[in-house]
């Protein structure tokens, strides 16, 4: 079974531009969760989507916004970028019932803000 | 979610077993241990969890003390590839609560 995936890899922005990523989850995941991950502040949790609804949210500011579609892929947004945005970004997936909640995560989208 | 405590590093040589330690002492009764890592800044993978019994799978064993107050992973041969940031996480899995809340963990270097 394929894990999950995610675009772009890599990707370079200037400070005030938006930026969307995109995350594939494994087939059958309905959850979709987002994390960043910075030196500073270690691995912290954007927010997660179930069944096309956003079920949990972490400390971001409102620049930060996701979406999920009917497929259970998802897509996270961070509009008007910062220097301190550069980061990798990391989504999770899992079956998203109770009781089933193992996240498997992707490899990341390493975002560069200059 | 409980605070888990880790050292910030062990190392260990090549082929022999890799202990790491976890302290959760304020863990509530409905929450389970998992453990991940994170090899050089790839995505983190899932290893195991556990409620209270011993778990063992085909890449670690855990074993849990019983009052749930602490917990050690086990690589039983540790390879040069084990070399990673190992993150204890005690969550809730019940509910809808599917936040991980990932400390700093311990920087496993496995040598010759």
């Known amino acids: 079974k394929a894990g999950v995936t995610q675009t772009p890899r890599y990707l370079i922005k200037t400070r005030g531009q938006q930026v969307t990523l995109s995350c594939s989850p494994i087939s059958g995941h309905r959850s979709v969760s987002w994390y960043q991950q910075t030196p500073g502040q270690g691995l912290q949790f954007l927010f997660e989507y179930f069944s096309e609804t956003q079920r949990n949210k972490g400390n971001f500011p409102g620049r930060f916004s996701g979406r999920q579609f009917s497929n259970s892929r998802s897509e996270m947004n961070v509009s008007t970028l910062e220097l301190g945005d550069s980061a990798l970004y990391l989504c999770?997936?899992?079956?998203?019932?109770?009781?089933?909640?193992?996240?498997?995560f992707g490899p990341g989208t390493r975002l560069l803000v200059l | 979610d409980a605070k888990t405590t880790q050292p910030t590093s062990m190392d260990c040589a090549e082929g022999r077993a890799a202990n790491l330690p976890c302290n959760h002492s304020?863990?509530?009764?409905?929450?389970?241990v998992y453990w991940y890592r994170q090899i050089h800044s790839q995505g983190p993978q899932y290893i195991i969890h556990g409620l209270k019994n011993n778990e063992t799978n085909e890449m670690a064993s855990l074993i849990i003390t019983e009052d749930r107050k602490s917990s050690t992973l086990i690589l039983p041969h540790a390879t040069l590839r084990d070399t990673a940031v190992y993150y204890c996480i005690v969550r809730v899995a019940t509910g809808t609560a599917s936040k991980l809340t990932f400390g700093t963990g311990t920087r496993l270097q496995v040598t010759l």
């Open positions: 999770a997936s899992s079956l998203g019932t109770e009781h089933q909640e193992t996240q498997y």
């Open positions: 304020t863990i509530s009764g409905n929450e389970y």
